[in-house]
Nanobody
């Protein structure tokens, strides 16, 4: 079992920045892909970003490309989502997720999920 805990959410004005963090603990795996998703009220869950085990491969949802950056620190079992130029439409609960036993993964079916952190962007 892997536990994922997100932090760093909050209220920010449009155009501002936030940095989300995800701390992984529990059972360790040889390798795992980390991803971020978000879900706004009344909307389906949306893929935001993913980073490979090595950190060299990344993938982003179209709505956040060129504004968000995903990274990871395997020594600390953490992943981060740096968000720039935030827009009101970025308002959502952001979830960290892990896909285990894989170095890279472009699908959206992850094995473990955090409980989420709220991001609210005011106009």
């Amino acid at each position: 079992q892997v536990q994922l805990v997100e932090s760093g959410g909050g209220l920010v004005q449009a155009g501002g920045s936030l940095r989300l963090s995800c701390a992984a603990s529990g059972r360790t795996f040889n390798r795992y892909v980390m991803g971020w998703f978000r879900q706004a009220p009344g909307k389906e869950r949306e893929f935001v970003a993913a980073v490979s085990w090595s950190g060299f491969n990344t993938n982003y949802g179209d709505s956040v490309k060129d504004r968000f950056t995903i990274s990871r620190d395997n020594a600390k079992n953490t992943a981060h989502l740096q968000m720039y130029n935030l827009k009101p439409e970025d308002t959502a609960v952001y979830y960290c997720a892990a896909k285990v036993d894989m170095s890279w993964y472009v699908g959206h079916e992850y094995d473990y999920w955090g409980q989420g952190t709220q991001v609210t962007v005011s106009s």
